[in-house]
């Protein structure tokens, strides 16, 4: 028994541990502190436990790689956090990938005479080195798509082209094949390698420019959990229960969000992914068919509303993220708060780009987190709330949802701000959602309008508050 | 053999999926950021790679160091940056 199996396996505690302390905001900081030092640990044990190593190449990666991730992650702002997250993602993978690969380079030799490699039978091997290279590769270039959409560098909207779909399917199934050929013993494994790293870099590719903007918080999810398999397979090729286990931890993680982010808009994950909604020619039509007037305030007249509210309900979405409105929103709260009214934020699962985006943007304005209620939490309160205050969130507000069955969004768990006295709705334009579908809560009788910039419109609205 | 460490494998999904189904909708962001931190375990497999026998392997590995410590540096900081944030009333 190596002594430094142990310290694997208390790296793996550590992070179970810490990642059980993020089930409460008051634990969770100390619970990434505890998951770090699991890291640590397992990166001294490694270093210490191994042989031959070169401490100098190791060196500089390290320093290398810790000033790029440092940097980031000091400098990057909340808003654009999903983009981050993505682009992290896709190193974990790439990692992943370049480990497996590399491990492979190694033992060529050994795998045409059969012999067992890191204790694993040559079939198993090829098996978990292949899906090792398949998904890490798969996540690193699916992830700077994402990345690419999600900054702006990429279209937002989707991606298609005639035949996506059978190239997919014959992209995978070259992959297939390929693995079973070499399973089987076949030869020239070098060019095939080359072959199988190129064929998932394209399908990482292909799989995520077909997802819309709208869509990113399911693909990021789902990113998340590739890297966390890519990790566990590349803990099969290399046979380290620590690799295993955080890969597993990861993997369960991002697959538990992916369920979430799905159920959130009522699709299908094969939806999400081969579905491409938000295609302009699919939502034509009925939209446009029906004419919607809305009425339009002045951020004065939106005052006087407040003004007469008790109860405020803020539903942000990501146009809130767009405009940086965050503080704005959160001085404004305070004023009304000031005033005796109670205020409360209504967070969507699917608001914004990211599981949990906009919470960590009004965290970062210093909204206290009590203040933030998700869906289940929040619908019952609108029944007796005098203003529910939408701002830049257009899908998740649409009632067509509950009732109209050709409507791209039917079926998705809304929330229900028509049922507030008022709904005061801040866009910057008249423009559809991503969904690409007209909103008909704009028309309604209790709906207004207050076009502007969100942080704009939420700095005079201030302002005309304090003036009454 | 190859089944030990398959029950591992399922054994720790299923721990996971228990703990993770605990977080609140608040830390989603966050655990997106520390679990992705937690991926960048793969640092381990780098560290080994960069044995040196001159071959591919060794560069291989190199790359996979940078990479998997941009995860693991820039992930959990920018988690603790992020849950510094999240406060009471």
């Known amino acids: 028994m190596e002594y430094s199996k142990l310290f694997y396996v208390l790296a793996a505690i550590l992070f179970i541990l810490g990642l059980k302390k993020l089930s409460h905001p008051k634990t969770a900081r100390g619970g990434n502190t505890m998951a770090s030092i699991g890291m640590f640990i397992a990166i001294v044990t490694t270093l210490l436990a191994s042989n031959n190593l070169d401490f100098t ?6 320093v290398i790689g810790g000033l790029i991730g440092g940097v980031f ?29 590399a491990d492979f380079i190694r033992n060529i030799d050994k795998l045409q005479t059969g012999v067992f490699i890191n204790g694993l039978s040559p079939t198993f091997y090829l098996v978990v080195v292949i899906l090792s290279i398949f998904v890490g590769t798969l996540t690193f270039t699916g992830s700077f798509i994402a990345f690419g959409k999600l900054q702006g560098f990429i279209s937002g909207q989707p991606i298609v082209f005639p035949g996506q779909q059978i190239f997919n399917a014959i992209f995978a199934f070259s992959m297939v094949t390929i693995t079973a050929y070499l399973v089987m013993g076949g030869n020239d494994l ?8 190129f064929l998932s870099a394209l399908m990482g590719i292909t799989l995520t420019i077909p997802i819309g903007g709208a869509d990113m918080p399911v693909v990021i999810s789902l990113l998340n959990s590739y890297s966390g398999v890519a990790a566990a397979a590349t803990g099969f090729v290399l046979m380290n229960n620590g690799l295993i286990i955080s890969g597993a931890l990861v993997g369960a993680s991002g697959l538990i969000l992916t369920n979430i982010m799905c159920k959130g808009m009522n699709r299908s994950l094969t939806n999400v992914i081969f579905g491409a909604v938000g295609l302009k020619q699919e939502s034509s039509g009925d939209g446009e068919a029906k004419q919607i007037t809305v009425k339009s305030y002045s951020t004065e007249e939106a005052a006087m509303i407040f003004d007469a509210a008790d109860k405020v309900i803020v539903v942000p979405g990501y146009g809130l993220a767009v405009a940086q409105a965050q503080h704005a929103i959160r001085e404004v709260a305070e004023f009304l708060e000031s005033k005796g009214k109670k205020v409360l934020y209504a967070i969507h699962p699917v608001a914004g780009r990211m599981p949990g985006h906009m919470n960590v943007l009004l965290a970062e304005a210093n909204i206290p987190y009590e203040q933030l209620k998700d869906l289940d939490e929040i619908n019952p309160e609108f029944e007796d709330c005098d203003v529910a205050l939408v701002l830049g969130a257009n899908d998740v507000v649409n009632p067509a949802a509950r009732h109209d069955k050709s409507s791209p969004i039917y079926g998705m768990p809304i929330l229900d701000v028509d049922k507030s006295r008022t709904v005061i709705i801040n866009k ?13 809560l704009f028309g309604f009788d209790n709906s207004i309008m207050v076009f502007g910039d969100a942080k704009e419109m939420l700095q005079q609205l201030l302002k005309d508050l304090k003036e009454l | 053999m190859d089944i ?15 703990i993770i189904s605990k977080v609140p909708p608040t830390l989603h962001t966050p655990l997106m950021s520390g679990s992705n931190a937690i991926s960048g375990i793969a640092i381990v497999g780098a560290i080994i790679a960069t044995r040196l026998d001159g071959g591919m392997g060794t560069w291989l590995g190199l790359i996979a160091v940078i990479f998997a410590t941009v995860n693991v540096i820039g992930g959990f900081m920018v988690t603790d940056r992020m849950l510094k944030m999240f406060k009471r009333k």
Do not use: C, D, H, W
């Open chain 1, 428 to 440: 910057r334009t008249m423009n559809t959602g991503f969904a690409g579908i007209q909103n008909e």
């Open chain 2, 4 to 18: 030990n460490i398959l029950t591992v494998f399922i054994l720790a999904i299923f721990v996971g999926i228990e």
């Open chain 1, 73 to 101: 992650a000091a400098k990057i702002e909340m808003t654009q956090m999903p983009q981050m997250v993505a682009i992290f993602n896709g190193f974990g993978g790439a990692a992943s990938a370049l480990v497996a690969g």
């Open chain 1, 57 to 62: 190449l190791i060196i500089a990666g390290i």
């Open chain 1, 190 to 197: 070098v060019n095939f390698f080359y072959a199988i790293v």
